[in-house]
């Protein structure tokens, strides 16, 4: 890249059946692909979290998650306020954290897979402190982020 920032939601279509409840839940433990981009690219991350989010929309049912993940297509509903696709009102909250320095290795060097996994552990690492450092800020002191 030459100039500018992109951003990516990893987690996907899996990630949409697991929206709500009493933790936040993430897809993010298989998702290496943003990773390997920014490795090749020797471009650092920057974790970004919104507090909020997965409670505005609920995403269901979940009995047609297999046929969603099998046909690559998010099958399945929006709703919100009385059932209907009609956002609930909450407050949200976006915190930005630190850049995770990212080392260019090409892909054809043996490193480039370890550089990956590696690089993929700090990301984790650092969006599970973004999100335990602002989850009292949000007023949600108990949540937990599961990382799938």
Request: hydrophobic share 40%; proline share 7%.
């Amino acid at each position: 890249m030459k100039w500018g920032s992109v951003a990516c939601t990893p987690g996907g279509i899996a990630e949409m059946y697991l929206a709500g409840g009493a933790e936040d839940h993430i897809y993010i433990k298989s998702r290496k692909g943003f990773v390997s981009v920014a490795v090749e690219e020797g471009i650092d991350i920057v974790p970004v979290y919104h507090f909020g989010n997965t409670q505005i929309l609920s995403f269901g049912p979940k009995f047609l998650e297999p046929y969603g993940r099998k046909w690559r297509f998010s099958l399945g509903l929006l709703y919100g306020i009385l059932t209907l696709p009609i956002p609930r009102r909450v407050d949200l909250m976006m915190v930005v954290g630190p850049p995770v320095k990212v080392d260019r290795v090409p892909r054809a060097d043996p490193r480039f897979q370890d550089a990956v996994d590696e690089t993929h552990k700090r990301y984790m690492e650092t969006l599970q402190a973004l999100f335990d450092k602002y989850k009292v800020v949000y007023g949600w002191p108990d949540r937990q982020l599961v990382m799938h």
